[in-house]
């Protein structure tokens, strides 16, 4: 396991060497623990059942290791999924408890990424969300039915819309060379058919007004909050090394889901702070300002 990640923070290799503590049980020992819970809410069975799964979250959080999170953030989020999946476990239904856990998982731990994604969020909507994470998995499925690209298949498949999924696909597409011609031999490229809409000189004052505004609207903001608050919004959001959830619960002796009620409410009260301005329109406040 270590040998996939090339630099483990101390917290993560204590955390590591705690889950090789727990052995994996055999489907036998895993059929038996997940009924007594199903049918007696045995909350030892469920402990079992949670804890010899651990390193399966571990793999999948892995697979998010990209995106920019602290892996220990993705391992927590995810282990918040397999207890969900422990919960609503079916043994009777004939599968093994991590085939449905993975999707719980999953679920978690990309609805986090999406969550703190940006400090500035920007609205995504359910297909959207799908979009983010299925895109390449579902044009991949439709050419091999198919031969090739079709997107009115692929945004079926995918139950949205097929405008929605063409944006999503452009957003997600990588570079091209703008020297690139755009039919070849004539020498005509893409830099020739792109229009110069760079700002001229009032344009960029009024932007650096706006962002001088702006930052100082939301220090006026975070200066509002009490102390736990601002703590938890410096060190999550502002941040360059963002702390994670369980440090900064070891910093103030509370609970993680506390720090995340925390978090989640400073934010809310930044937001109610800084709405009128946004009604306002920061474009226009600069020069009164």
Known sequence: M???????????????????????LT??????????FYEEKDLEAAH?????????????????RSYGMKMLDLIQEGNVGLMMAVRKFNPYK???LISYAVWWIRAYIQNYIISTWSLLKIGTTQA???????????????KNMLGDDDAPAASHSLEVKE?????????????????????????????????????????????????????????????????????????????????????IADHFSISRERVRQIEEGALKKMKTLLLPLVSQGIA??????
């Open 2 to 24: 270590t040998g996939s990640l090339p630099i483990l923070s101390d917290n993560l290799q204590k955390y590591f060497a705690e889950i090789r503590r727990f052995r994996v």
């Open 128 to 142: 959207q969300r799908k979009l983010f994470f299925k895109l390449k998995q579902a044009k991949d499925a439709i």
């Open 27 to 36: 489907p036998e020992e895993e059929y038996q623990l997940a009924v007594k």
């Open 284 to 289: 226009s406040s600069p020069a009164g300002a």
């Open 48 to 64: 079992m059942l949670v804890t010899s799964n651990l390193r399966f979250v571990v793999k999948i959080a892995g697979e998010y």
């Open 94 to 96: 004939g599968f093994r």
């Open 163 to 247: 405008s929605e999924y063409l944006e999503m696909e452009q957003r997600l597409r990588g570079d091209c060379s703008l020297d690139a011609e755009l039919v070849a031999g004539e020498g005509y490229s893409l830099m020739d058919s792109l229009a110069d809409e760079r700002m001229n000189q009032e344009e960029l004052l009024s932007e650096n007004q706006t962002a001088a505004l702006l930052e100082r609207e939301v220090s006026q903001a975070v200066s509002r909050l009490n102390e736990k608050e601002r703590f938890v919004i410096e060190q999550r959001v502002s941040a360059e090394e963002p702390l994670t959830l369980q440090e």
